[in-house]
């Protein structure tokens, strides 16, 4: 009986160091897409029909290339980018997912 158990014990360490059984192997797996992660948007100036965001210090019209996405609308509290992230100069007050009107 004594012996039986430190040879379970030798059967359990490696038991613990396998990878997990539900995990998709790694040749399976995507790669990771490299993108620029969104930054803080500090600013959006309106004159006129002009709209402008300024985001980590640069600023940025409708159409504008940003990092590998695009700036599709500049809204009154925030900037939609074409890859679908919203930068919001109201970040914890955004989580409604509304439109805003700019009258």
């Known amino acids: ?19 997990d059984p539900t995990r998709p192997p790694a040749w399976l797996a995507a ?4 993108s620029r992660p969104a930054g803080v948007l ?3 100036l309106v004159e006129g029909d002009n709209r402008l965001a300024v985001i980590d210090g640069e600023t940025f019209r ?3 290339p940003y990092g590998q996405s695009r700036v599709r609308s500049i ?3 925030g900037v939609v980018l ?3 992230q919203i930068l919001s100069l109201f970040p914890k007050l955004s ?3 509304q439109e805003t009107r700019w009258d």
């Open 82 to 84: 074409a890859d679908g």
């Open 31 to 34: 790669p990771v897409a490299e």
């Open 1 to 19: 009986m004594w012996v039986l158990i430190p040879t379970l014990l030798l059967l359990i360490a490696p038991a613990e160091a396998a990878q």
């Open 75 to 77: 809204r009154r509290d």
């Open 95 to 97: 989580e409604r997912n």
């Open 62 to 64: 409708e159409g504008d």
């Open 42 to 44: 500090q600013s959006i």
